[in-house]
């Protein structure tokens, strides 16, 4: 889950910055001076801009992505402790085997 929400987060990350270098071209001439006097600014800015979206993605996917797993769980764990589940238990598997 970390994964897809790291995967997520840089996507809309990259948009936003090909978005803004589109937007932004008149600043072309004064790069130089931004990087130089508002590089650290802007970085740690984008930093907190990555941890909030990051931040946001993985509560976004937690809240509708695992909906009710614990009820669906917990019930496919009482059907293989009936023996109803078409899943082997593990004693089932290592009898086969």
């Known amino acids: 889950m970390i994964a897809n929400a790291l995967i997520v987060t840089i996507?809309?990350?990259?948009?936003?910055?090909?978005?803004?270098?589109?937007?932004?071209?008149f600043l072309i001439p004064y790069r130089f001076i931004l990087y130089h006097q508002y590089g650290t600014f802007i970085?740690?800015?984008?930093?907190?801009?990555?941890?909030?979206?990051?931040?946001a993605v993985y509560v976004i996917q937690r809240k509708f992505f695992l909906?009710?797993?614990?009820?669906?769980?917990?019930?496919?764990d009482r059907q293989v402790i009936s023996g109803?589940?078409?899943?082997?238990?593990?004693?089932?598997?290592a009898e086969q085997h």
Do not use: C, Y
């Not at 740690?44 to 990051?54: K, P, Q």
């Open 43 to 55: 970085l740690g800015w984008m930093a907190i801009l990555f941890a909030n979206v990051f931040a």
């Open 67 to 76: 909906k009710d797993t614990g009820r669906k769980l917990s019930h496919l």
């Open 11 to 25: 996507s809309i990350l990259l948009a936003l910055a090909f978005w803004l270098m589109g937007e932004l071209k």
């Open 84 to 93: 109803h589940a078409p899943v082997p238990t593990p004693i089932q598997d």
